[in-house]
């Protein structure tokens, strides 16, 4: 999983409460993702990094915020948590020079 | 925006059968392709690529695919299926955005079923 963990790994929480995940990377990579995974929709990025304190919204950003305080380091937050938002979370790292991305072994989510 | 459709939710195929899993895209200008596998409760794994040069492109796990502009398309193939190939696979293409920054477009997925 190219030096890619998350945590935590399964979360049940509950409408309305804060959540944090994160990920950490080992490998030194620029840049660094968040995607969620739903049936029939595949992989959506939520946003992504391409440096400490570099971050940009991707297609499905609403009620999500990250921060990158450190190059290991991406964590997605998302600030009030509804049951649209229990989903599978994927972060992913990117080998620039390749365009090839390498992905962590995901967040389950659970919003009740 | 650069975009890929896979137009099979699943595949089945029996064991020793050749496989093909179907992806067609639209750019604007030139494709950069992507495939990539995800067994049960795992992320997704990197299988191959395609930027530039010859249109066969091989990959991990025997896994092979083809380029056809004409088409549009970059379907995965492989000569002889494995029960342990079933899973769920990806298309991709990559995007490249004002900053510089490239990100990924995903296709919704195909199910591969190998039967013994």
């Known amino acids: 999983d190219a030096g890619i963990t998350q945590s935590p790994r399964h979360k049940v929480t509950e409408t309305g409460t804060p959540v944090t995940l994160r990920c950490h990377q080992t490998e030194n990579h620029r840049y660094m993702y968040w995607y969620r995974q739903d049936p029939g929709h595949g992989l959506r990025l939520i946003h992504y990094?391409?440096?400490?304190?570099?971050?940009d919204k991707g297609e499905v950003s609403d009620g999500y915020s990250v921060s990158r305080s450190k190059t290991e380091d991406f964590l997605l937050t998302l600030e009030s948590a509804t049951s649209s938002q229990t989903s599978v979370y994927f972060c992913?790292?990117?080998?620039?020079?390749?365009?090839?991305?390498?992905f962590g072994p995901g967040t389950r989510l659970t919003v009740t | 925006a650069q975009s890929v459709a896979q137009p099979e939710d699943q595949v089945n195929v029996a064991e020793g059968n050749p496989l093909t899993v179907k992806c067609t895209y639209s750019?604007?200008?030139?494709?950069?392709l992507f495939w990539y596998v995800q067994y049960p409760n795992r992320g997704l794994q990197f299988l191959l690529k395609?930027?530039?040069?010859?249109?066969l492109v091989k990959g991990s796990y025997g896994f092979e695919a083809e380029f056809n502009k004409s088409q549009t398309s970059f379907h995965l193939k492989k000569p002889s299926a494995l029960v342990s190939d079933s899973a769920l696979y990806f298309c991709?293409?990559?995007?490249?955005?004002?900053?510089?920054?490239?990100?990924?477009?995903f296709g919704t997925g195909t199910r591969l079923l190998v039967s013994p």
């Open positions: 750019v604007s200008g030139n494709p950069y």
């Open positions: 991709a293409v990559r995007e490249e955005v004002n900053t510089g920054f490239q990100k990924l477009v």
């Open positions: 992913a790292i990117g080998r620039g020079e390749s365009y090839e991305q390498y």
């Open positions: 990094s391409y440096g400490v304190k570099d971050t």
């Open positions: 395609y930027i530039t040069g010859d249109n």
